[in-house]
């Protein structure tokens, strides 16, 4: 897309609002990255790199009192949707200032003030959740609009199947967003999926289905405004299917000896955040400047983030026990 | 507001979510069937969707995922869902929103959010309905950290704890045993009104000195059967009725057995690894010292629920069974 | 159908083999009611009157050593399938000379020696279980073909969709047939269901999907046909609907406030097995008396199987303990 | 034929197959990427598929159900899977194919049906995997009638128990606690060959006089600590391995505790209606009158499994946690 004006792109604002989280994002994961690598920090992690551009692609659309529900490669959809820098950094880390206070995980970040509503480590689990949110919306008579994150892989559990089907009998305002990136932990979804395009199976539950370049952020960003508008106008769910790739394997020190090499540099090569980038500054979205400046910043929000998480305790040992009930006097019980 | 009147325990059941319903807006029903005209397969949400409307008496597709993941979902944001799973046994299809989600979200958010919801679901061998109808599984949740448990014996505390289970700010398993919806035997006096039992106090629903019996639900019965058996021989026994598992009243039982020195627990469900086995070593851990004999254990054989009538009343613990085991703590 | 020859018709031996399948699964069907009614039984009980035409349908394609998986309405399946009438009646009354010496029951009826290997109370849990028969016979290198029945409700359950792209990743020799009686015990189909036909749901799974009219014995059993040459010959599974009508309620004692009068009318006056036996003797595929003596030996089979069921003692008790594992020295655990 | 060999845990697993595959061509694996180039994700089903092909070492979709059921239907057809679940908490999302089908077929089927399938699963916490991936869950299983359950310590058991598990013609649930799989510090001898460890007999690890600790997995080697701490006080501990927990060693327990009169049941699990609940309560029932002190149950928190290194850690059952329940008994 580098040297071409594209008349389906948004106003200037809302590129480079999205510029913003995909650069957020790609920023946090590399410095994730560089300090697990250097054992500065250690913890299993599930790099979102390569996927910016579908959660910048709803980012932009929803409003901070809309929900959002995702997985444990998630870190891109805490950030699109808001949750500080800080308090997910330390949660991250397992700190008492985390969002979680630590106990829940960069698997289970949760930020409802940010409309970050549920993390799950459960493929697919999120689904049927996810509906319960746009259940409240529809029976609040409120417009707001739900956007749950799943991958490939997850289009082949139960709890998919389940929550599509009643997402669409209920007519409920939530955004199915697959982030298809071709692989489900080891396996390629050609392997393990009937289909070859996730958005076939909205047909199934006589629902919307659309796939959508998810590195092309302009075409994303259009695809995910007419789901999320199509929602809010009590028009009822949508999936959309944002085709991607997964840079750097499942986990962090995943060998990759599943992914063909030519495969992944083919697609690291066409970084859609650099690609975006390029394509921004060529089309006068933005001078380099501005942009280096913009990525200047974050990089010292993120550095602060870094050094306030690092710099914060673990959790009181007390704090094993609450939690657990509303009820204090159910807490402290003992093993 | 508090006149007492007798009901059917589906009937106390019903008033309960009515009246949770008619106090609060945020309370929703959803469920299989749960809607008119049938009003549920037990009839007991029956007239509920007629007054209350479909928005808010929801039937669902057969999707247990679907429907917990609902409810956990509207619950975090504000409402209180009243979720029904048909029959126990079909947790084991949704077990992951109930255990890996309802009971750990609070938990894993940093209390941030929380499951304010009910799973209501019928339970219990006796109606010929074979192996895969017919279990009681509350150890499952209450081996889940997160989840309360509650197991009403009486019409009265069937409307009662599910009034607060509603209003819980946690979620709760409500174990209704199928075998006493519409069967008068379980009748009783049910207040008029919003009338709440707490959780985690125990009902003792017979004083004695010699031996205490500990149940919930159906078997409370049986306790009392036995007890009265057990009076002609002399056997004064003390039956106290748990009412909720999680909490449950340690210090009600505690007190009990410190006085009689000998105990009996008594479930439905599979003896090994069933609630019993908790509460036997409980009160072995906290009155060692003060036991006459070991705490016995009656519960369901340790077998799947067999279809033939000779085989499934077998498989429930008897009153024969809980005299027998009274008898085994006065050797 | 009365009049008309059908150009898509079986041989005569097969059309009257269907026959004699419905009449049996009827006339059984019949004398359970009449007996429940009368008090002289008790159980629950799910009739699979008007579903007749479609078990016949795949019973007369399956070969003995064909697996049949089914649900709690079982009864036309178990008796397509071959299941004597004597074990099987035993075991609907719970007495040790039953199918599953009274253990199981009408849920639970197994068979291997007739191919009928599982019967699940449990809705959409056959469907998983089908493709380990079908994947059986794929490592086996045999050409046994599995055919799993299930409801229109079980479309929206998880196992469903699982099995469904297991099967058609693995290319298992499995038919999914769905039985669609229109409800899922008191709530109609499309209250709870995103498509009109069940069948459009396996494009979600590369499948083909098939609907028929489950009520047209000769259509049925050509699709059916189909659906199971092409398993035998290793050309996958298929999703095949055969839309139909539940005379009775979900279960005996039904009140049925929720079928419409006049829709129950209409189906029952529409009655399939009537409407094909006319047709055959209509046709002269058959003359009256010989359905007639067909009809009568039916009874009489039924009789002898009542009487013998009726006869038969209860499992003893010590059977409770027995057959929860398979060492001997683990049975007689008590509580 | 039995030489022995250093071998870590995921090795012995491996082996385990690998032996059995070789043996039987009925057996074969399926599970969520278990197949090379990566051979598992914890590398403990390594070139099995390369050595024995795709069809018998089969990738599958991820679908639990899915998997549980084919390899129900498979067992009962004549063959001998072994399906994985990754991880042990995602049994909740296909509870329904192992507790209501696998375990109950041969009961429902009165005999008929048999159901030769082993689950594989790995649990534990210790990772940092927060509360849905670290959860030991065995007391699911061991609630419902019909699965047998082996959780080895060692490797020679790993493999050895594991040999017998895909050889018995019931559903089997093997449980792997991932801090083994690939760290020196469990490795072993272990034998060569088809050397299978019979199900139901407990390895004493340790002799001791005056007190019985009873462990499974993991927490056996915790269980060996304190025994060596308090050797140090002169408490002289009998260490217990029970390896198989359906069937468990009954005899073996019960005439260690009849000569200590004291226990100790230690696991990982969440300890409310956890296993050790059950053998606690079995060893007062049998040995009451011989018992110096109620029998101790240390376990899991009864939480959720935090995140935070500090907090996880607390979650564990410590050596300290032993030798505080040791003491216990001795007051
Ligand atoms: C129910 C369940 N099964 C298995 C896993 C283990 N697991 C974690 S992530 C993953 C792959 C998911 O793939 P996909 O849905 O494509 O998402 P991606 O990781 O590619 O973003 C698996 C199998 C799990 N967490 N939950
Ligand atoms: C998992 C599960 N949920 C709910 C039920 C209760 N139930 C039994 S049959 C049934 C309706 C099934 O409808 P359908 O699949 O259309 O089959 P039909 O009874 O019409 O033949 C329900 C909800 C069950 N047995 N299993
Ligand atoms: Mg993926
Ligand atoms: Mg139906």
């Known amino acids: 897309m580098a040297d071409v004006q594209r008349p389906d792109a948004p106003d200037r604002d809302t590129l480079l609002r999205m510029f913003e989280i995909q650069s957020r994002i790609k920023l946090c994961d590399e410095r994730f990255r560089m300090m697990l690598m250097s054992g500065q920090i250690q913890l299993i992690y599930y790099s979102p790199r390569g996927q910016e551009c579908i959660s910048a692609g709803w980012g932009v659309h929803l409003r901070p009192d809309d929900y959002v529900v995702t997985i444990y490669r998630g870190l891109h959809d805490h950030l699109a949707k808001g949750v500080p ?59 707001q609009v739900t956007v749950v994150n799943f991958g490939d892989g997850a289009s082949n559990i139960g709890a998919f199947h389940e929550g599509m089907n009643l997402a669409a009998v209920w007519k409920l305002p939530v955004v199915f967003v697959c982030q298809n990136n071709l692989y489900g932990e080891h396996t390629p979804m050609s392997m393990s999926t009937g289909v070859d395009y996730i958005s076939e199976r909205a047909a199934a539950y006589g629902m919307p289905g659309v796939t959508v370049d998810g590195n092309d952020p302009i075409a994303t960003w259009k695809v995910m405004g007419e789901a999320i508008a199509r929602a809010r106008a009590g028009g009822g769910p949508t999936l959309v299917e944002a085709r991607t790739y997964r840079f750097f394997g499942h986990l962090m020190g995943d060998a990759m000896e599943y992914m063909p090499k030519e495969e992944r540099k083919a697609a690291m090569a066409a970084d859609p955040v650099v690609r975006y980038r390029v394509w921004l500054v060529d089309n006068g979205h933005a001078s380099e400047a501005q942009l280096a400046e913009m990525e200047e910043q974050l990089t010292a929000a993120i550095d602060d983030a870094v050094e306030f998480a690092l710099n914060s305790p673990q959790p009181e040992l007390s704090e094993l026990y609450t939690d657990v009930f509303g009820d204090v006097a159910m807490e402290g019980t003992t093993r | 507001m508090s006149e007492p009147r007798i009901m059917l325990t589906a009937m106390a059941i019903n008033e309960a979510m009515d009246i949770a319903m008619g106090l609060d807006d945020k309370v929703f029903l959803l469920g299989e069937d749960i809607a008119e005209p049938s009003g549920g397969v037990y009839k007991v949400t029956n007239g509920l969707s007629t007054k209350y409307g479909a928005q808010r008496v929801r039937k669902t597709p057969i999707s247990e995922q679907a429907i917990i993941g609902a409810a956990i979902g509207a619950a975090i944001a504000g409402f209180r869902p009243v979720a029904e799973i048909m029959i126990m046994d079909f947790l084991a299809v949704c077990l992951d929103q109930v255990t890996n989600h309802a009971a750990k979200i609070r938990y894993m958010s940093g209390g941030q959010t929380t499951v304010p919801m009910v799973i209501r679901t019928s339970a219990g061998a006796g109606r010929g309905f074979g192996a895969q109808h017919s279990e009681l599984l509350e150890a499952f949740a209450i081996h889940s950290p997160g989840m309360k448990v509650a197991v009403p014996s009486t019409p009265a505390d069937a409307k009662g704890l599910l009034l607060t289970a509603i209003f819980d700010d946690d979620p709760v398993l409500f174990v209704e ?83 009689t020195s000998r105990a009996v627990v008594v479930h439905e469900a599979v003896t090994r690894c069933g609630f019993g086995a908790e509460l036997s070593s409980r009160i072995h851990e906290e009155l060692f010292g003060q036991l006459s004999a070991a705490v016995q254990r009656v519960g369901g054989a340790n077998t799947p629920v067999p279809y033939a009538s000779n085989l499934e009343a077998a498989f429930v613990p008897q009153v024969a069974d809980i005299v027998a085991a009274v008898k085994r703590t006065n050797s």
Chains 1, 3 share one sequence.
Request: aromatic share 8%; proline share 4%.
């Open chain 1, 85 to 143: 820098l800080r308090e997910l950094w330390a949660e991250f880390l397992g700190r008492a200032t985390g969002t979680c206070k630590g106990k829940g995980g960069p698997m289970h970040i949760t930020h409802p003030a940010s409309g970050l509503m549920v993390t799950t480590g459960i493929v697919g689990a999120g689904i049927p959740i996810a509906n319960g949110f746009g259940l409240a919306a529809q029976l609040n008579g409120t417009d």
């Open chain 2, 177 to 259: 045993q199928m075998m006493m919806y519409w069967d008068k035997t379980y009748a009783g006096d049910v207040p008029e009104g919003d009338v709440r039992v707490p959780f985690g106090k125990a009902a003792i629903r017979r004083e004695g000195a010699d031996v205490t019996l500990i149940s919930y639900g159906r078997q409370m019965y049986d306790c009392l059967a036995a007890a009265e058996l057990l009076a002609v021989d002399g056997v004064s026994c003390e039956v106290i009725d748990l009412r909720t598992l999680v909490p449950w009243d340690e210090q009600a039982v505690m007190a009990s057995v410190a006085g």
